[in-house]
């Protein structure tokens, strides 16, 4: 083979390689394109403010979300309330206390791998713990307290992320002046990770929102006639809502408007909330002076 | 100065039990699943349980094997790894060395989106479009088959091959890529001969959390893929999973009964094995930082 030869070879696998890589790339994005946009042409004319207000009518074959946006609404709340202090104050100890060694090292690993855990299965676990063996039923605290399991590691490895990210000269420059750890932590690096910190909870609201095999058996009602009065009650939710209408329910191929708006309420509402974490991490990489 | 030194101890050992929740979880998890499930092998015998090949529960006397729900769920994984692994190593390898520094973070979010739409809303796209889609193009009796619930499963887990395999390919050194360059190679036999194989352990890390994501997910899986517990499974047939069987029927099993026993095993064993996966993946990647 003559070095002309050769050189051309490489010029077409060189083309080829990047090729492939360039298709493999645009196909995903087209994926995620086509999956948004499809829901958005055919759910948009679904959606109306009537659709976000009212309760579902005719064994929900009419009628809006209202009482499974409500309830998203309490199970996120819950879940958040429950993650938020838990999350960062794990983060706290593995960035600001925790000197390495074994036990450290167990704990990364229990981290990650309670994040690995496929999701029904944190479905039966909330069943047989919080419903069964606790007590407290199938209700919003079952579910609550089953999701934040779920999205703990989210929570802390955002929130170290953050802490991480805090210049190790402002707590020398703190220590300097006779502060304590606890000082420094509370009113240096809190503070400078706050918006890092933000951004976890944000993302674990958005995987709390969308997830729906954890409160199948913990949380979720096929359908409420009325709002939950209480953590104890159980409760309709968005992502359940969507499944039941689209496979269960007794007219499941008559509703199917109801369904794309259900489907593209719920995509939005975690599209929001991603695009909302990636907006304030952008930012805030932008505007770090340090 | 003691009150502060009481108020700084105090704040350590309460931030190390929020550490230490995770861990307390996962044995929560474990103990709880076990308890509820172990003493089905009282009355059917584990080999028969795991190497059966018919499912009836609900009859008299129940047959509880579950091998076809074991081999679904591996012909799903399967499919969908054959495509989350080529797309996410391209996608990693597409961030990491070919966009330009102002659209990666950009790319990056697109790909994190991709991950964050919820499974059910997948489960959905593939009931309504591309189910009915793969029926009239491939001529099948029906669209709901493990080929669907497979390309789904595929998208789904990419974002999880790629990011972490992009981890890999970042940490890198830059010193390869410039030695590889002044030998004369072009960018891409840098990148196929030089940065992939440098950043293998940290894509096999991913391409095991991949696999733990699709094997462990359930509601898209529950939604498209027909669920009917056929054996031997097949990949145009509908197929049932060990996630589908347990979200499908926990709810009509009686409490304390085999049934009910019976699934909560099967989340045993869903569980251990995905366990296993993560604790081989995190080794692995722990292995490449501290060699790194």
Known sequence: MGEEEGMKRRKVWEGLGLGLLGLAAGGVMIVLGGVIGFLILKGGSALSWEFLTSFPRRGMSEGGIFPALVGTGYLVLGTVILTVPLGVGAAVYLSEYARGGRWIRIVRVGINSLAGVPSIVFGLFGLAFFVKAVGIGVSVLSGALTLSLLVLPVMIRAAEEALRTVPEEFREGAYALGASRWQVTRSIVLPVALPGIITGAILAVGRAAGETAPIMFTAAAYYAPRLPRSPLDEVMALPYHLYVMATESTFFWKTRDLQYGTALVLLLLVLVFYLTAAVIRARMRRRKRW | ?292
Request: hydrophobic content about 55%.
């Open chain 2, 1 to 292: 100065m003691r009150a502060r030194g009481m108020a700084d101890r105090a704040v350590k050992w309460i931030t190390w039990g929020c550490a230490s929740i995770s861990l307390l979880g996962l044995g929560l998890i474990t103990v709880f699943l076990f308890r509820e499930g172990l003493p089905l092998l009282r009355r059917v015998p584990l080999g028969s349980f795991v190497l059966g090949t018919a499912w009836h529960p609900t009859s008299a006397p129940p047959s509880l094997g579950i091998l076809p729900m074991i081999a679904g769920s591996a012909l799903v994984t399967a499919g969908a790894l054959a495509i989350a692994v080529p797309l996410g190593i391209a996608v990693a390898l597409f961030i990491g060395e070919v966009l330009p520094h102002g659209f990666k973070d950009a790319f990056k979010v697109a790909v994190e989106i991709l991950a964050g739409i919820p499974s059910v809303v997948y489960g959905f796209f593939g009931l309504v479009v591309l189910g009915p889609w793969l029926q009239t193009r491939l001529g099948l009796p029906t669209g709901q088959t493990a080929l669907t619930a497979a390309a789904l499963l595929g998208v789904m887990a990419l974002p999880t091959v790629a990011s972490v395999a992009e981890d890999a390919v970042a940490a890198v050194p830059e010193s390869l890529r410039e030695a590889s360059l002044a030998l004369g190679a072009s960018p891409w036999e840098t990148m196929w001969r030089v940065v992939l194989p440098a950043a293998r352990s940290g894509v096999f890390a991913g391409v095991l959390l991949g696999m733990g994501r699709a094997i462990g997910e359930t509601m898209t899986v529950l939604m498209v893929s027909g669920n009917s517990p056929i054996w031997p499974p097949s990949f145009l047939l509908p197929v049932r999973t060990m996630t589908s069987t347990i979200a499908l029927e926990m709810a009509e099993a009686p409490v304390g009964g085999l049934h009910y026993r019976a699934l909560f095993a099967v989340g045993a064993i869903l569980f251990l094995f995905t366990l296993i996966l993560n604790l081989v993946g995190d080794l692995v990647a722990h292995w490449v930082r501290r060699r790194g």
